[in-house]
């Protein structure tokens, strides 16, 4: 049983395109996270959602959308999309209330052409 | 100075060895620290949380942690071929609800 989940697994697009990526977790955690890891390997916080509010919104361009309709889903959509948005884009959860252990999902291939 | 620092690597370590992974952070007022590993294409996994400053262990791992320094390691031992991945430090940041990754360590254990 996935704890979480994100779909799709990959995404080929087009620049200036419009694309969205669902995440869901069943831990029962109150605080999920949008991270993009780049081809550096390096694993960047883009957005953080607390119960369905949002907590860290990093110096990310505003075409960049997140969405939690509640605690257990966090999507995420990009508008106009760019050559550098070309990367792997995370989802995480941790229980909150001061705890920070994250669970990540599998990870969504994003390439822009 | 960067926020949590590892060595890239690759750190190559024989079949067998103890493997020893260094990470230093920045804020002192960080209080949880985090080892994940991450093997190629695959998403992070936490393997190690630890709190308190000394030893904490559990199986061939053992997380060391030294708030003075601001310094927290990771120790494998008996190193396996599957230990090989890229090892990130990852510390809590006191002022924000957040948790700041550093570049990863790629470990190479070599039969």
């Known amino acids: 049983d996935t704890a979480v989940s994100q779909t799709p697994k990959y995404l080929v697009t087009q620049m200036g395109n419009d694309k969205s990526i669902k995440c869901e977790q069943n831990?029962?955690?109150?605080?999920m996270y949008w991270y993009k890891q780049d081809s550096k390997k390096f694993l960047k916080i883009m957005f953080s959602?607390?119960?369905?509010?949002?907590?860290i919104n990093e110096t990310v361009p505003n075409r960049f959308s997140p969405k939690s309709p509640d605690k257990a889903h966090l999507n995420l959509h990009i508008n106009s999309l760019e050559l550098g948005d070309s990367a792997v884009y995370f989802c995480?959860?941790?229980?909150?209330?001061?705890?920070?252990?994250?669970?990540f999902g599998p990870g969504t291939r994003l390439t822009v052409t | 100075q960067k926020e949590v620092e590892q060595n890239s690597g690759p750190l190559s370590v024989p079949e067998g060895a103890i493997a020893s992974l260094n990470c230093t952070y920045s804020?002192?007022?960080?209080?949880?620290f985090f080892w994940y590993r991450q093997y190629s294409g695959k998403s992070p996994e936490l393997i190690m949380s630890?709190?308190?400053?000394g030893d904490k262990e559990d199986g061939r791992f053992t997380a060391q942690l030294n708030k003075a320094s601001q310094y927290v390691s990771l120790l494998i031992r008996d190193s396996q071929p599957s230990d090989s991945a890229t090892y990130l430090c990852?510390?809590?940041?006191?002022?924000?609800?957040?948790?700041?990754f550093g570049s990863g360590t790629r470990l190479s254990i070599r039969p």
């Open positions: 959602y607390n119960n369905k509010e949002l907590i």
């Open positions: 995480a959860s941790s229980p909150g209330q001061g705890e920070f252990e994250q669970y």
């Open positions: 990852a510390v809590q940041y006191s002022s924000a609800s957040k948790i700041i």
């Open positions: 804020d002192r007022g960080s209080q949880s």
């Open positions: 630890i709190y308190s400053n």
């Open positions: 831990l029962g955690h109150d605080t």
